[in-house]
Each structure stands twice: as structure tokens, then as C-alpha cells.
């Protein structure tokens, strides 16, 4: 079991900053890509950013030159640099991991954080 803790989240006028983390722990073999999805009331969760083992990073069209994701592959953390905020960024925000167990044969498995709030003020 891989437990995520998320931190990070809270009320900030449009055009702040807010930078989200997410701790992986627990029985950890290989993280293979680490992400955040938000979900704003009446919406569907949607993908924000993610970054897989190696690197490569992909985002939401709509947050694309205002949030950066980073990983710390030491330390099994993720975080999402917000900046230029606006109030249609207002959502939950959470963490997911995909992780792979030390089983043969090999599968990924999902995990999600609780989810941490972000509020936007116009």
C-alpha cells in the first residue's frame, strides 16, 4: 500500500501563487508516474499536470506556462507550482500515483490523495 499526504492548498487572489506537494510513503517499489487532477463543483475530474520516472511532463492546455510540476524521485514527492491564478483554476485538487509493486507479473497501481482545496478570488 503507497499512502499520499497532500499539502499546499488555500485562498489566493487571481494572479498569486500557490504551491501544492504530495508525499508518497509506504511500501514503495517503483513510482512510475506521479500527477494532479482538480475537480471544480458540477465538473469532472481533469488531469492538470503529470511526471513520469524519467522526466517527461505533460499539462492541461489551459495551465500551460503558468504551472510547472516537479518531482523529487529521493524523496517520493511531487509538487505543483502555481502562478498567474485564476478563479477558473478554483477546484480540489488532488494528488495520484501510479505505482508499481515488487510482484510478478508486473501491474501498476493507482493511488490518490485526499484532495486539498484551491481558491481563487477575482
Known amino acids: 500500500q503507497v499512502q499520499l499526504v497532500e499539502s499546499g492548498g488555500g485562498l489566493v487572489q487571481a494572479g498569486g501563487s500557490l504551491r501544492l506537494s504530495c508525499a508518497a510513503s509506504?511500501?514503495?517499489?517503483?513510482?512510475?508516474?506521479m500527477g494532479w487532477y482538480r475537480q471544480a463543483p458540477g465538473s469532472q475530474r481533469e488531469l492538470v499536470a503529470a511526471?513520469?520516472?524519467?522526466?517527461?511532463?505533460n499539462y492541461l492546455d489551459s495551465v500551460k506556462g503558468r504551472f510547472t510540476i516537479s518531482r523529487d524521485t529521493a524523496k517520493n514527492t511531487v509538487y505543483l507550482q502555481m502562478s498567474s491564478l485564476k478563479p477558473e483554476d478554483t477546484a480540489v485538487y488532488y494528488c495520484k500515483v501510479q505505482h508499481q509493486p515488487r510482484i510478478v507479473p508486473p501491474k501498476i497501481d493507482d493511488y490518490w490523495g485526499q484532495g486539498t482545496q484551491v481558491t481563487v478570488s477575482s
Open positions: 511526471v513520469t520516472n524519467d522526466g517527461n511532463t
Open positions: 509506504g511500501n514503495i517499489f517503483r513510482i512510475r508516474v
